[in-house]
């Protein structure tokens, strides 16, 4: 028996050299790629620079990214689910295949249970019970069986577990996007430092008390998602705020913990678009268990879409604010603002969707939830529905005007600024 | 100058003076025994509220929402109040551990161990005696916990800075976790050296070590287990009070410590803990299954070197509690690889079982029926384990209800069934009572359709990705959890079973014989050779050693 143990003692041993050296290579091989991506980064900036957003179709974007428009949630589960990252898929097949491998030692010892039970009850008929106190064939086989099949399930399991965790050469070579989540009580935060995008926090509430026939507070916890690009890998970075968070989600096979003034890490990459979910997997206080994760993963050009829509973002929810008070003279104000800043396509278009897109996620909320909302006594959902699709259209309108109205005075104001500069010109010409 | 030197009268009590001063090791195992079963009733009631809640429409969080939009109120325990739900989780696997599990063992090892060694009392009594009395302010302070400012510690029986942190200086429940862990880890050391002396010592002359019985084995390994483990634990808690009293910064990584730190400290002692809470039911499980298949135990050499290395392993593989925390990947795959090992004894002695019990005339005793039910679920607890040691996976399962259902298949399915199957075996030893079969029976068979039911979906809906400590779940949840609740009113009602069946035998007469289950011709063992209960002081002489050697069998001795 003191054997076995030392086999044991020795078999973590090795398992753990191995390991460590294996780790050496690693660590040797990044430190090289490190040295050469001072050259490579360049490269990559420049890469990402030229990169033309596609224009924007506002209707299309908050269909992709309106947390309910007309999209399923994905809740996949490990067993029978549909991981989209390449690991979670092995981890899913890697669990049946240790399933199948332990279900003999399940069911045997289940088994010979029920044989034992019935077989050898006391029947009261004077049979003597055996004697026997020890079978050293059967006591050498029954541990070296468990020994060897643990051994077999190791290596497929120390190779994903590597592959799990060591980042891919992606991040070396400076093609990763990075992102960070910092988790809070209780919601989550999504900064993407490659793409100045910062403070995408995960749940918003919502008070609209004007908007007759709903319920007067309306708070309630609309996911913001965590958006990311399919087929990029991408590193996530977490961090927390006040306690030990963990941020996890199934469908991509990532959890970690998130520590306070630490930074943890994670990575992955999927092929797959869709919307998927999951949640704090740390105890972290009284609403833990609400402090749900939702992500989308989009084609490369909608997340740029995306970006591009984030980074206006609070200057047009400010102006969305504007537009809800309903002072003509402010809205005005803060429209001239907005506008006079930046007038791309892009501008124009956020406006536009970070004003219908409360509206919609409350619609498509309501919605889905229809079941739960109305009781038997007040069915309200289908009202509160249409009142708050008349609300978003009038504000859209009201918008669409205002932009119009812009446009026509900045139009006249730069044909001013152009008769002036061509006069400027043809007298600085003709001064000369 | 007098002749004769007059002896002082003794002073000796009787009633509750008597239970308040014993020294007496029988005495003292009946107080850890009544101590064990009204603090279980306390935590199980506890695991009632969670249950409820979680069965409850106001644990939906669909549902949830759709009252708040409402205005109404949500039909539910806690939903409003996720803390006092966080306190209850907390309390719930704190009392179950520090004040149930271990003192409940404690109560077998100290009434049955010294007679099963032909022993007079332990070796140190009246440091028995202190040990005992330890836990009592230990569960005062955990139940009063409750009605403190800001109530108990509702930062999981974990207690992980920084959450455990938060609420220093208001809220002293915390705190008094951390004084109620430290005195119940007080009474663990003490009664460790205690035994670990008393069977080294004392044992009678030509019991050599190759004829202890295996109780006492588990025992023996159990209490060096709470001796080198316990310790450790005391160092964890011991941070967190100093952090949150006395400005130290040993847990927060902006003053130079670091909240892992607290987790390798805690879960150094806690994975040992497991292992303390599940041998000594695995030395009695030997003697009860052994006992109603009129055989010996099978492999007794075997047992005891598993139960040896399932406890020098036990300390080399705490970090598979903390696979999600950012450990160096080779960190991972060693902790993986080492927690493999631990599947080898396990399944080396439940083998032996199966072979103890195979060949046997096999009577369905109440004590027979639980250890045959704790084979059953501990070995699908035990592969829940070997998933969970797979770091792949557990990233996956990693505090999710998969967890949950795996500690509790081999908590309750293991330590509480072979609890409750020690009571029922040694109970009419302890008391000269024995208790009522059918009813036991009954008990028996609820209990583990109860834990199969509430523990055995635990692993499915872990799997779909319910995350523990949540008190509302998504709606995809929701039938799980009912059935989960459904199988812990089935459970409670066994332990209930139990409960009333012993102060039901309190109003009858001492009618048991020395050995009222007819096992003593092949088991063998001192504590049936005796009255029930045995007299004071055990023996009057030493007795003769009637213990053949386990090794051989009983015609070849």
Known sequence: ?432 | MSDAAVMPEIKRYTGIMDYLTTVDHKKIGLMYFWFALIMGIVGGGMAGAIRLQLAMPGAVLEKLYAAEMNNATSFSLFSENGHLFNQMTTMHASIMIFAVIIPAFAAFGNYIVPIMIGARDMAFPKLNAFAFWLLVPAGILLITSFFVQGGAAASGWTAYPPLSLQGAGSNPGQDMWVLAVHLAGMSSILGAINFLVTITNMRAPGMTWGKVPLFAWAVYFTSALQLVATPVLGAAVTMIILDRNFDTGLLIASRGGDPVLYQHIFWFYSHPAVYIMILPGFGAASHIMAAFSSKRIFGYTAMVVAIGSIGVLGFMVWAHHMFTIGMPTWMQAYFMIASFGIGVPTGIKVFSWLATIWGGTIRFTTPMLYCLGFISIFVLGGFGGLILAMVPIDIQLHDTYFVVGHFHYTLVGGSVMLIFASAYYWWPKMSGRMLNETAGKIGAGLMFTGIFLAFGNMHISGALGMARRIVAYREEFETLNHVSTFGYLLTAIAALILFFSIVASLFRKRDCGDDPWEINDIQQSFEWATSSPPPPYNFEEVPPIPVTDPRKRVDQQ
Not at chain 1, 99 to 119: E, N, S, T
Not at chain 1, 388 to 417: C, H, I, K, P, W
Request: charged fraction near 20%; glycine fraction near 6%; proline fraction near 4%.
């Open chain 1, 1 to 432: 028996m003191r054997h076995f143990l030392a086999i044991l003692f020795c078999l973590n041993l090795f398992a753990g050299t191995v390991l460590a050296a294996e780790d050496q290579a690693v660590a040797v091989t990044a430190s090289e790629i490190a040295a050469t991506e001072a050259d490579a980064g360049s490269d990559a900036t420049a890469v990402e620079a030229t990169t033309e957003p596609v224009a924007t179709d506002v209707d299309t974007m908050l269909g992709l990214l309106n947390p309910a428009q007309d999209v399923q949630i994905d809740t996949t589960n490990m067993l029978w689910g549909d991981p989209v990252s390449q690991i979670g898929q092995q981890i899913q097949v890697k669990t049946w295949l240790a399933v199948l491998i332990f279900l003999p030692f399940l069911i045997i010892p289940q088994v010979l249970l029920l044989v034992v039970i019935f077989k050898f009850r006391d029947r009261k008929d004077g049979r003597k019970p055996a004697t026997f106190v020890g079978h050293h064939t059967l006591e050498f086989w029954w541990t070296v069986i468990p020994i060897i099949v643990l051994i077999i399930v190791t290596f497929p399991m120390v190779d994903l577990l590597y592959e799990q965790e060591m980042p891919p050469k992606e991040v070396h070579t400076g093609d990763a996007m990075e992102v960070r989540i910092t988790g809070k009580q209780f919601n989550w935060i999504y900064d993407y430092p490659d793409h100045g995008v910062e403070g995408v926090a995960t749940f918003r509430m919502l008070f609209e008390p004007e908007i007759e026939g709903t319920p007067s507070k309306l708070d309630f916890y609309l996911q913001e998602p965590a958006v990311f690009m399919t087929g990029k890998v991408t590193t996530l970075f977490f961090s927390a705020i006040d306690v030990t968070h963990a941020w996890g989600v199934p469908a991509i096979a990532v959890k970690k913990d998130c520590f306070v003034d630490r930074i943890t890490h994670s990575w992955f990459s999927s092929d797959t678009a869709g919307w998927f979910e999951g949640q704090c997997y740390e105890l972290c206080g009284a609403w833990h268990g609400k402090m749900i994760v939702t992500i989308a993963i989009v084609e490369p050009e909608q997340f740029t879409c995306w970006v591009e829509l984030m980074q206006h973002r609070s200057a047009a929810t400010a102006l969305a604010a504007s537009l809800r008070a309903g002072d003509q003279e402010k809205i005005q104000e803060a429209a001239k603002k907005y506008f006079d800043k930046d007038q791309s396509q892009e501008r124009k278009d956020a406006a536009l969707y970070w004003l219908k897109y409360e509206y919609l996620a409350k619609i498509k909320w309501l919605e889905n939830h229809k079941r739960f909302l109305n009781s038997e006594d007040n069915v309200w959902v289908d009202g509160a529905i249409s009142k708050t699709r008349s609300f978003m259209n009038g504000r859209v309108q009201t918008l669409q005007r205002v932009m119009a109205n812009y446009r026509q005075q900045a139009n006249l104001q730069s044909a001013d600024e152009e008769a002036t500069a061509a006069a400027v010109a043809t007298s600085e010409g003709a001064g000369e």
